[in-house]
Protein backbone atom coordinates (compact mmCIF):
# COMPACT_ATOMS: atom_id res chain seq x y z
CA UNK A 1 0.00 0.00 0.00
CA UNK A 2 0.74 3.81 0.17
CA UNK A 3 2.19 4.75 3.34
CA UNK A 4 2.49 8.49 4.06
CA UNK A 5 5.54 9.55 6.63
CA UNK A 6 4.36 12.76 8.28
CA UNK A 7 7.01 14.28 10.21
CA UNK A 8 8.38 17.52 11.40
CA UNK A 9 11.20 18.68 10.26
CA UNK A 10 14.25 16.78 11.57
CA UNK A 11 12.02 14.20 13.34
CA UNK A 12 13.90 11.68 11.98
CA UNK A 13 12.37 10.33 9.07
CA UNK A 14 15.28 9.54 6.98
CA UNK A 15 16.16 7.43 9.58
CA UNK A 16 12.51 5.74 9.43
CA UNK A 17 12.27 4.85 5.52
CA UNK A 18 16.71 3.31 5.87
CA UNK A 19 15.21 1.07 8.62
CA UNK A 20 12.80 -0.18 5.94
CA UNK A 21 14.95 -0.05 3.22
CA UNK A 22 17.70 -2.19 5.30
CA UNK A 23 14.78 -4.70 5.82
CA UNK A 24 14.02 -4.70 2.48
CA UNK A 25 17.61 -5.59 1.58
CA UNK A 26 17.41 -8.51 3.91
CA UNK A 27 14.76 -10.29 2.29
CA UNK A 28 17.01 -9.75 -0.83
CA UNK A 29 15.05 -7.16 -2.50
CA UNK A 30 15.79 -4.12 -3.89
CA UNK A 31 15.07 -0.34 -2.73
CA UNK A 32 14.28 2.91 -5.46
CA UNK A 33 14.43 6.07 -2.89
CA UNK A 34 13.79 9.08 -5.28
CA UNK A 35 14.53 12.95 -4.37
CA UNK A 36 13.32 16.08 -5.84
CA UNK A 37 17.05 17.91 -6.46
CA UNK A 38 19.70 16.92 -7.49
CA UNK A 39 21.48 18.59 -4.32
CA UNK A 40 19.86 16.20 -2.18
CA UNK A 41 21.73 13.52 -3.24
CA UNK A 42 25.13 13.85 -2.34
CA UNK A 43 23.73 14.00 1.73
CA UNK A 44 21.50 11.21 1.18
CA UNK A 45 23.99 9.11 -0.70
CA UNK A 46 26.46 9.81 2.47
CA UNK A 47 23.66 8.76 4.92
CA UNK A 48 22.97 5.01 2.69
CA UNK A 49 26.66 4.08 2.13
CA UNK A 50 27.00 4.80 5.90
CA UNK A 51 24.71 2.38 6.89
CA UNK A 52 25.09 -0.42 3.86
CA UNK A 53 28.53 -0.27 3.52
CA UNK A 54 28.41 -3.27 1.98
CA UNK A 55 25.41 -2.70 -0.66
CA UNK A 56 26.00 -1.91 -3.92
CA UNK A 57 24.37 2.00 -4.84
CA UNK A 58 23.88 3.56 -7.87
CA UNK A 59 22.43 7.42 -8.94
CA UNK A 60 20.28 8.20 -11.71
CA UNK A 61 19.61 11.85 -12.65
CA UNK A 62 20.05 14.45 -15.17
CA UNK A 63 23.60 15.77 -14.34
CA UNK A 64 24.80 11.90 -15.17
CA UNK A 65 26.54 11.23 -18.92
CA UNK A 66 24.21 8.83 -20.89
CA UNK A 67 26.90 6.65 -20.56
CA UNK A 68 26.61 6.47 -16.65
CA UNK A 69 23.04 6.56 -16.98
CA UNK A 70 22.53 3.80 -19.06
CA UNK A 71 25.03 1.71 -16.36
CA UNK A 72 23.25 2.60 -13.52
CA UNK A 73 19.68 1.21 -14.94
CA UNK A 74 21.50 -1.66 -16.09
CA UNK A 75 23.17 -2.71 -12.68
CA UNK A 76 19.40 -2.20 -11.23
CA UNK A 77 17.58 -4.26 -14.06
CA UNK A 78 20.11 -7.13 -14.05
CA UNK A 79 19.54 -6.91 -10.05
CA UNK A 80 23.13 -5.96 -8.93
CA UNK A 81 22.49 -2.94 -7.55
CA UNK A 82 20.99 -3.24 -4.11
CA UNK A 83 19.29 0.26 -3.77
CA UNK A 84 18.47 3.04 -6.79
CA UNK A 85 18.89 6.69 -5.68
CA UNK A 86 17.91 9.43 -8.02
CA UNK A 87 15.31 12.78 -9.07
CA UNK A 88 12.41 11.76 -10.90
CA UNK A 89 14.47 10.28 -14.15
CA UNK A 90 15.01 7.29 -11.25
CA UNK A 91 11.43 6.52 -11.47
CA UNK A 92 11.51 4.65 -14.58
CA UNK A 93 14.57 2.25 -13.50
CA UNK A 94 13.45 -1.20 -13.86
CA UNK A 95 14.49 -3.46 -10.67
CA UNK A 96 14.93 -7.42 -11.33
CA UNK A 97 13.60 -7.89 -7.75
CA UNK A 98 11.17 -4.79 -5.79
CA UNK A 99 11.19 -4.43 -2.45
CA UNK A 100 10.56 -1.06 -1.62
CA UNK A 101 10.29 2.90 -2.99
CA UNK A 102 10.56 5.69 -0.77
CA UNK A 103 9.55 9.74 -2.43
CA UNK A 104 11.33 11.67 0.28
CA UNK A 105 9.91 15.34 -0.05
CA UNK A 106 7.20 13.99 -2.08
CA UNK A 107 5.18 17.31 -2.14
CA UNK A 108 8.10 18.80 -4.65
CA UNK A 109 6.92 20.40 -7.83
CA UNK A 110 10.15 18.86 -9.46
CA UNK A 111 9.03 15.44 -9.76
CA UNK A 112 6.81 16.68 -12.45
CA UNK A 113 8.44 16.95 -15.83
CA UNK A 114 7.13 19.95 -17.65
CA UNK A 115 8.07 19.28 -20.85
CA UNK A 116 9.44 16.66 -23.35
CA UNK A 117 7.38 13.27 -21.43
CA UNK A 118 4.89 14.50 -18.71
CA UNK A 119 4.99 12.63 -16.21
CA UNK A 120 4.32 13.03 -11.81
CA UNK A 121 7.82 10.50 -11.00
CA UNK A 122 5.25 10.61 -7.37
CA UNK A 123 2.47 8.99 -9.43
CA UNK A 124 4.34 6.69 -11.41
CA UNK A 125 6.21 5.53 -8.68
CA UNK A 126 2.63 4.92 -6.67
CA UNK A 127 1.85 3.09 -10.01
CA UNK A 128 4.87 0.61 -9.70
CA UNK A 129 4.53 0.11 -6.18
CA UNK A 130 1.15 -0.83 -6.95
CA UNK A 131 1.85 -3.42 -9.82
CA UNK A 132 4.77 -4.80 -7.81
CA UNK A 133 2.49 -5.27 -4.91
CA UNK A 134 5.35 -3.89 -3.20
CA UNK A 135 4.93 -0.79 -0.13
CA UNK A 136 5.88 2.67 -1.19
CA UNK A 137 6.86 5.62 1.32
CA UNK A 138 5.87 9.14 0.96
CA UNK A 139 7.80 11.37 3.01
CA UNK A 140 7.55 14.88 4.18
CA UNK A 141 6.96 17.25 6.75
CA UNK A 142 4.25 19.11 4.86
CA UNK A 143 2.54 16.62 2.67
CA UNK A 144 1.05 17.49 -0.94
CA UNK A 145 -2.66 18.42 -0.63
CA UNK A 146 -3.59 15.85 -2.68
CA UNK A 147 -1.62 13.39 -0.37
CA UNK A 148 -2.50 14.40 2.72
CA UNK A 149 -6.20 14.57 1.58
CA UNK A 150 -5.84 10.64 0.71
CA UNK A 151 -4.23 10.08 4.19
CA UNK A 152 -7.57 11.45 5.99
CA UNK A 153 -9.84 9.79 3.78
CA UNK A 154 -8.34 6.38 4.23
CA UNK A 155 -6.71 5.64 0.99
CA UNK A 156 -3.00 5.92 2.06
CA UNK A 157 -2.01 4.74 5.89
CA UNK A 158 -0.35 7.91 7.26
CA UNK A 159 2.17 7.82 10.05
CA UNK A 160 3.10 10.87 12.57
CA UNK A 161 6.67 11.89 13.66
CA UNK A 162 5.37 14.81 15.80
CA UNK A 163 8.73 15.44 17.93
CA UNK A 164 12.19 15.64 17.05
CA UNK A 165 13.92 12.60 18.42
CA UNK A 166 16.40 15.38 20.90
CA UNK A 167 14.71 17.02 23.82
CA UNK A 168 16.86 19.52 23.21
CA UNK A 169 15.88 20.42 19.51
CA UNK A 170 13.13 21.87 19.56
CA UNK A 171 10.97 23.15 16.54
CA UNK A 172 12.48 27.15 15.97
CA UNK A 173 10.26 29.67 17.06
CA UNK A 174 9.09 31.84 14.16
CA UNK A 175 9.06 35.63 14.43
CA UNK A 176 7.52 37.77 12.35
CA UNK A 177 8.88 41.12 11.13
CA UNK A 178 6.03 44.11 10.43
CA UNK A 179 7.85 46.02 7.78
CA UNK A 180 5.56 48.65 7.96
CA UNK A 181 6.55 49.80 11.17
CA UNK A 182 10.12 48.57 10.39
CA UNK A 183 10.81 49.39 7.33
CA UNK A 184 13.92 48.00 5.33
CA UNK A 185 17.25 49.25 4.64
CA UNK A 186 18.32 47.90 1.56
CA UNK A 187 16.39 44.25 2.44
CA UNK A 188 16.99 44.05 6.11
CA UNK A 189 14.96 45.83 8.68
CA UNK A 190 17.01 47.24 11.80
CA UNK A 191 15.71 44.13 14.29
CA UNK A 192 16.87 41.18 11.99
CA UNK A 193 20.08 43.08 11.18
CA UNK A 194 20.83 43.16 14.56
CA UNK A 195 19.61 39.06 15.21
CA UNK A 196 22.15 38.79 12.75
CA UNK A 197 24.96 40.53 14.89
CA UNK A 198 23.81 38.51 17.99
CA UNK A 199 24.35 35.34 16.38
CA UNK A 200 27.40 35.49 14.46
CA UNK A 201 29.44 37.09 17.81
CA UNK A 202 28.32 34.17 19.44
CA UNK A 203 30.01 31.79 17.39
CA UNK A 204 27.07 30.55 15.63
CA UNK A 205 25.58 30.38 12.23
CA UNK A 206 23.16 32.14 10.15
CA UNK A 207 21.04 31.36 6.43
CA UNK A 208 19.93 33.83 4.77
CA UNK A 209 16.86 32.58 2.89
CA UNK A 210 16.07 34.47 -0.43
CA UNK A 211 14.96 32.62 -3.32
CA UNK A 212 15.67 34.88 -5.99
CA UNK A 213 19.38 34.42 -7.81
CA UNK A 214 20.72 36.89 -9.83
CA UNK A 215 22.04 40.41 -8.72
CA UNK A 216 18.87 42.34 -9.18
CA UNK A 217 15.36 41.15 -11.42
CA UNK A 218 15.01 43.99 -13.56
CA UNK A 219 17.29 46.82 -14.77
CA UNK A 220 15.60 50.21 -15.31
CA UNK A 221 15.81 53.91 -16.66
CA UNK A 222 14.93 56.01 -14.49
CA UNK A 223 14.24 58.84 -16.89
CA UNK A 224 11.77 56.89 -19.99
CA UNK A 225 10.70 53.84 -17.77
CA UNK A 226 12.57 51.24 -20.19
CA UNK A 227 13.16 48.34 -18.03
CA UNK A 228 15.31 45.07 -19.53
CA UNK A 229 12.46 42.91 -21.14
CA UNK A 230 13.47 39.61 -22.41
CA UNK A 231 12.67 40.21 -26.12
CA UNK A 232 11.95 36.19 -26.83
CA UNK A 233 9.70 36.18 -23.63
CA UNK A 234 7.09 37.87 -21.18
CA UNK A 235 9.66 38.09 -18.45
CA UNK A 236 12.71 40.70 -17.20
CA UNK A 237 15.83 40.06 -17.70
CA UNK A 238 17.94 39.15 -15.00
CA UNK A 239 20.80 41.64 -13.64
CA UNK A 240 23.87 39.20 -13.22
CA UNK A 241 26.26 41.94 -12.03
CA UNK A 242 29.31 39.78 -11.68
CA UNK A 243 29.09 38.57 -15.02
CA UNK A 244 28.12 42.07 -16.22
CA UNK A 245 24.90 40.69 -18.34
CA UNK A 246 21.35 40.64 -18.39
CA UNK A 247 19.94 37.21 -18.10
CA UNK A 248 16.46 35.13 -19.23
CA UNK A 249 15.69 32.70 -16.40
CA UNK A 250 13.24 31.18 -18.67
CA UNK A 251 14.52 30.82 -22.19
CA UNK A 252 18.25 31.60 -21.21
CA UNK A 253 18.33 34.49 -23.81
CA UNK A 254 21.70 36.48 -22.65
CA UNK A 255 22.93 39.89 -23.14
CA UNK A 256 25.51 42.58 -22.34
CA UNK A 257 24.79 45.16 -19.77
CA UNK A 258 23.69 48.16 -21.32
CA UNK A 259 26.20 51.28 -20.11
CA UNK A 260 23.03 53.34 -21.38
CA UNK A 261 19.55 53.52 -21.87
CA UNK A 262 18.73 51.71 -25.42
CA UNK A 263 15.91 54.21 -25.46
CA UNK A 264 16.74 57.26 -24.55
CA UNK A 265 20.56 56.80 -23.91
CA UNK A 266 20.46 58.02 -20.28
CA UNK A 267 23.55 56.79 -18.35
CA UNK A 268 21.59 56.28 -15.16
CA UNK A 269 20.21 52.90 -14.93
CA UNK A 270 19.52 51.19 -11.81
CA UNK A 271 18.92 47.78 -11.39
CA UNK A 272 15.55 47.62 -9.34
CA UNK A 273 14.78 44.85 -6.37
CA UNK A 274 17.34 42.11 -5.42
CA UNK A 275 19.10 38.87 -6.05
CA UNK A 276 21.15 36.36 -3.62
CA UNK A 277 24.13 38.38 -5.52
CA UNK A 278 23.09 41.80 -4.66
CA UNK A 279 22.42 40.13 -1.03
CA UNK A 280 25.88 38.71 -0.87
CA UNK A 281 27.50 42.62 -1.52
CA UNK A 282 24.65 44.36 0.80
CA UNK A 283 26.22 41.64 3.75
CA UNK A 284 29.17 41.99 3.06
CA UNK A 285 28.97 45.86 3.74
CA UNK A 286 26.87 44.76 6.76
CA UNK A 287 28.54 42.49 8.24
CA UNK A 288 32.47 42.62 7.68
CA UNK A 289 33.83 40.42 9.79
CA UNK A 290 31.36 37.68 8.46
CA UNK A 291 32.61 34.25 6.63
CA UNK A 292 29.81 34.76 4.10
CA UNK A 293 28.86 32.17 1.64
CA UNK A 294 26.27 32.29 -1.39
CA UNK A 295 25.05 28.62 -2.46
CA UNK A 296 22.43 29.46 -5.33
CA UNK A 297 22.06 27.70 -8.52
CA UNK A 298 24.50 30.30 -10.29
CA UNK A 299 26.99 29.09 -7.28
CA UNK A 300 26.77 25.57 -8.01
CA UNK A 301 27.14 24.89 -11.33
CA UNK A 302 30.57 22.98 -11.41
CA UNK A 303 30.90 19.86 -10.72
CA UNK A 304 31.81 19.23 -7.14
CA UNK A 305 31.01 22.91 -5.97
CA UNK A 306 27.94 21.86 -3.84
CA UNK A 307 29.47 19.53 -2.11
CA UNK A 308 32.56 21.88 -1.28
CA UNK A 309 30.31 24.42 -0.60
CA UNK A 310 28.68 22.01 1.84
CA UNK A 311 32.49 20.50 3.60
CA UNK A 312 33.06 24.35 4.54
CA UNK A 313 29.85 24.70 6.14
CA UNK A 314 29.93 21.60 8.41
CA UNK A 315 33.48 22.40 9.06
CA UNK A 316 32.49 26.32 10.51
CA UNK A 317 35.03 27.92 7.93
CA UNK A 318 31.38 29.85 6.70
CA UNK A 319 28.92 31.78 9.40
CA UNK A 320 26.64 33.57 7.36
CA UNK A 321 24.96 31.44 4.65
CA UNK A 322 22.88 33.17 1.81
CA UNK A 323 20.85 30.41 -0.13
CA UNK A 324 17.64 29.89 -2.25
CA UNK A 325 15.89 26.85 -2.52
CA UNK A 326 18.51 24.58 -2.96
CA UNK A 327 19.30 25.07 0.68
CA UNK A 328 15.39 24.89 2.18
CA UNK A 329 15.14 21.11 2.79
CA UNK A 330 17.41 18.08 3.30
CA UNK A 331 20.38 19.21 5.13
CA UNK A 332 21.25 19.54 8.47
CA UNK A 333 23.78 22.22 10.08
CA UNK A 334 24.30 21.54 13.40
CA UNK A 335 25.40 25.64 14.59
CA UNK A 336 22.84 27.05 12.32
CA UNK A 337 20.70 29.03 15.05
CA UNK A 338 18.45 31.73 13.13
CA UNK A 339 16.91 31.83 9.27
CA UNK A 340 16.03 34.76 8.21
CA UNK A 341 13.62 34.93 5.18
CA UNK A 342 13.42 37.82 2.67
CA UNK A 343 10.28 38.56 -0.14
CA UNK A 344 8.24 35.87 1.23
CA UNK A 345 4.82 37.87 0.64
CA UNK A 346 5.63 37.60 -2.98
CA UNK A 347 4.07 34.21 -2.84
CA UNK A 348 1.08 35.09 -0.97
CA UNK A 349 -1.00 36.51 -3.89
CA UNK A 350 -0.09 34.48 -6.80
CA UNK A 351 -2.46 34.18 -9.21
CA UNK A 352 -2.06 29.87 -9.51
CA UNK A 353 -4.37 28.51 -6.47
CA UNK A 354 -1.49 26.44 -5.44
CA UNK A 355 0.69 29.17 -4.57
CA UNK A 356 0.07 29.54 -0.84
CA UNK A 357 0.74 25.47 -0.26
CA UNK A 358 4.27 25.93 -2.32
CA UNK A 359 4.45 29.20 -0.01
CA UNK A 360 3.86 27.11 3.25
CA UNK A 361 5.79 24.14 2.38
CA UNK A 362 8.98 26.39 1.42
CA UNK A 363 9.03 28.32 4.76
CA UNK A 364 8.41 25.34 7.03
CA UNK A 365 10.99 23.29 5.49
CA UNK A 366 13.39 26.44 5.56
CA UNK A 367 12.56 26.89 8.81
CA UNK A 368 13.53 23.64 9.80
CA UNK A 369 17.03 24.33 9.44
CA UNK A 370 17.47 25.79 12.26
CA UNK A 371 18.06 25.01 15.61
CA UNK A 372 18.27 21.09 15.26
CA UNK A 373 21.08 20.13 17.35
CA UNK A 374 21.52 21.08 20.95
CA UNK A 375 21.32 24.96 20.19
CA UNK A 376 17.78 26.46 19.99
CA UNK A 377 16.88 27.88 16.73
CA UNK A 378 14.75 30.83 15.59
CA UNK A 379 13.02 32.00 12.22
CA UNK A 380 12.78 35.81 11.33
CA UNK A 381 10.12 36.49 8.51
CA UNK A 382 9.99 40.04 7.05
CA UNK A 383 6.21 40.65 5.93
CA UNK A 384 3.80 43.21 5.29
CA UNK A 385 1.24 41.27 6.25
CA UNK A 386 1.79 39.41 9.67
CA UNK A 387 -1.42 38.50 10.30
CA UNK A 388 -2.25 36.25 7.03
CA UNK A 389 -3.08 33.37 7.85
CA UNK A 390 -0.60 31.60 6.69
CA UNK A 391 1.70 33.52 8.37
CA UNK A 392 -0.61 32.83 11.58
CA UNK A 393 -0.49 28.80 11.11
CA UNK A 394 3.40 28.74 10.51
CA UNK A 395 3.95 30.26 13.56
CA UNK A 396 2.05 27.35 15.09
CA UNK A 397 3.99 24.90 12.39
CA UNK A 398 0.35 24.20 11.88
CA UNK A 399 0.12 22.60 9.09
CA UNK A 400 -2.76 20.21 9.99
CA UNK A 401 -4.95 23.65 10.36
CA UNK A 402 -3.46 25.18 7.31
CA UNK A 403 -4.28 22.25 5.22
CA UNK A 404 -7.50 22.35 6.21
CA UNK A 405 -8.32 25.88 5.63
CA UNK A 406 -6.78 25.57 2.10
CA UNK A 407 -8.92 21.97 1.68
CA UNK A 408 -11.95 23.49 2.64
CA UNK A 409 -11.07 26.81 -0.11
CA UNK A 410 -10.00 24.20 -2.71
CA UNK A 411 -13.54 21.82 -2.26
CA UNK A 412 -15.46 25.06 -2.37
CA UNK A 413 -13.53 26.29 -5.51
CA UNK A 414 -13.93 23.45 -7.31
CA UNK A 415 -9.75 22.58 -7.45
CA UNK A 416 -8.09 19.64 -6.97
CA UNK A 417 -8.09 16.94 -5.02
CA UNK A 418 -11.95 17.42 -5.57
CA UNK A 419 -11.57 17.99 -9.00
CA UNK A 420 -9.15 16.44 -11.80
CA UNK A 421 -7.99 18.45 -14.20
CA UNK A 422 -5.91 18.78 -17.70
CA UNK A 423 -4.73 20.74 -20.04
CA UNK A 424 -4.56 21.50 -23.87
CA UNK A 425 -1.53 24.29 -24.24
CA UNK A 426 -0.97 25.35 -27.71
CA UNK A 427 2.23 26.92 -28.76
CA UNK A 428 2.77 29.32 -32.08
CA UNK A 429 4.78 32.06 -33.24
CA UNK A 430 1.41 34.36 -32.99
CA UNK A 431 -1.29 34.69 -30.61
CA UNK A 432 -4.10 34.50 -33.67
CA UNK A 433 -2.45 31.02 -34.59
CA UNK A 434 -2.49 29.28 -31.18
CA UNK A 435 -6.05 30.25 -30.21
CA UNK A 436 -7.46 29.41 -34.03
CA UNK A 437 -5.89 25.86 -33.09
CA UNK A 438 -7.07 25.65 -29.91
CA UNK A 439 -10.76 26.33 -31.07
CA UNK A 440 -10.48 23.81 -33.73
CA UNK A 441 -9.52 21.32 -31.26
CA UNK A 442 -12.47 22.12 -29.51
CA UNK A 443 -14.86 22.22 -32.44
CA UNK A 444 -13.28 18.23 -32.46
CA UNK A 445 -13.95 17.73 -28.48
CA UNK A 446 -15.94 15.01 -27.98
CA UNK A 447 -19.62 15.83 -26.30
CA UNK A 448 -19.46 17.02 -22.99
CA UNK A 449 -20.80 13.99 -20.81
CA UNK A 450 -20.77 12.60 -17.62
CA UNK A 451 -19.35 15.76 -16.01
CA UNK A 452 -16.72 17.26 -17.89
CA UNK A 453 -16.26 20.75 -18.00
CA UNK A 454 -14.40 22.78 -20.13
CA UNK A 455 -13.16 26.29 -20.04
CA UNK A 456 -12.87 29.08 -22.97
CA UNK A 457 -8.96 29.39 -24.17
CA UNK A 458 -6.79 31.82 -21.82
CA UNK A 459 -3.00 32.99 -22.03
CA UNK A 460 -0.97 31.03 -19.71
CA UNK A 461 0.63 32.44 -16.68
CA UNK A 462 3.98 33.52 -18.72
CA UNK A 463 1.94 34.34 -21.98
CA UNK A 464 5.23 34.22 -24.09
CA UNK A 465 8.68 31.75 -24.04
CA UNK A 466 11.24 31.75 -26.43
CA UNK A 467 9.19 33.50 -29.44
CA UNK A 468 6.12 31.38 -28.88
CA UNK A 469 2.84 32.90 -27.62
CA UNK A 470 0.90 30.26 -25.06
CA UNK A 471 -2.63 29.79 -24.81
CA UNK A 472 -4.30 26.13 -22.84
CA UNK A 473 -7.50 25.24 -22.34
CA UNK A 474 -8.46 23.59 -18.87
CA UNK A 475 -10.90 20.63 -18.53
CA UNK A 476 -11.89 19.36 -15.24
CA UNK A 477 -14.49 16.50 -14.18
CA UNK A 478 -14.96 15.11 -10.71
CA UNK A 479 -14.10 11.22 -12.14
CA UNK A 480 -10.48 10.76 -12.62
CA UNK A 481 -12.08 7.50 -14.81
CA UNK A 482 -14.52 9.53 -16.70
CA UNK A 483 -11.45 12.41 -17.37
CA UNK A 484 -9.39 9.91 -18.72
CA UNK A 485 -12.04 8.36 -21.23
CA UNK A 486 -13.07 11.62 -22.24
CA UNK A 487 -9.52 12.76 -23.17
CA UNK A 488 -8.78 9.15 -24.77
CA UNK A 489 -11.37 10.20 -27.64
CA UNK A 490 -9.98 14.31 -27.40
CA UNK A 491 -6.64 13.00 -28.02
CA UNK A 492 -7.53 10.58 -30.73
CA UNK A 493 -9.40 13.51 -32.40
CA UNK A 494 -6.50 15.81 -31.88
CA UNK A 495 -4.22 13.50 -33.48
CA UNK A 496 -6.26 13.64 -37.00
CA UNK A 497 -7.01 17.64 -37.16
CA UNK A 498 -5.07 18.77 -40.84
CA UNK A 499 -5.31 22.05 -42.49
CA UNK A 500 -3.72 25.32 -42.38
CA UNK A 501 -4.15 26.32 -38.77
CA UNK A 502 -2.34 22.91 -37.47
CA UNK A 503 0.45 23.84 -38.72
CA UNK A 504 3.71 25.70 -36.97
CA UNK A 505 1.91 24.93 -33.55
CA UNK A 506 3.19 22.66 -30.67
CA UNK A 507 0.56 21.65 -28.63
CA UNK A 508 0.31 18.93 -25.61
CA UNK A 509 -2.11 17.54 -23.08
CA UNK A 510 -0.82 17.52 -19.75
CA UNK A 511 -2.57 15.64 -17.34
CA UNK A 512 -2.76 16.93 -13.33
CA UNK A 513 -0.95 19.96 -13.98
CA UNK A 514 1.02 21.75 -11.62
CA UNK A 515 1.59 24.86 -13.56
CA UNK A 516 -1.03 26.90 -15.67
Known amino acids: GVHLLFGITGSGKTEVYLHLVARA ?24 RARFPGAAIVTQNSAMTDMDRAQCWLEAQRGHANIVLGTRLAAWVP ?18 QQDGLRYSARDVAIYRAREAGIPIVLSSATPSLESYHHA ?51 GEQVLVFLNRRGYAPVLACSACGWV ?30 PRA ?6 LDLHPLGRGTQR ?65 ADAGLFAADYRASERLFSQLEQVAGRAGRANLPGEVWIQTRFPDHPLYQALQRHDFAGFAAA ?61 RLDRFQVVVQCASRPRLQAWLQQWSHALFDLRGPLTKNVRWHLDVDPTEF
Open 95 to 112: LARPGIIVVDEEQDASFK
Open 228 to 257: SNCPDCAAHLVVHLSEGRLHCHHCGHAEAL
Open 406 to 466: VLEEREQAGFPPFMYEAALRAEADTQARAQAFLQQALLAAPAKSGGVTVFRPVPMAMPRMA
Open 25 to 48: LAGGRQALVLVPEIALTPALLAAF
Open 261 to 266: CPDCGN
Open 152 to 202: MNGRYRMHRLAARPHAAAALPAVRLVDTRHHPAEHGLTQPLAQAIAQRLER
Open 279 to 343: LEATLAGRFPGARILRIDGDSTRNRGSLEAMLDDVHAGRVNLLIGTQILAKGHHFEKLTLVAVLN
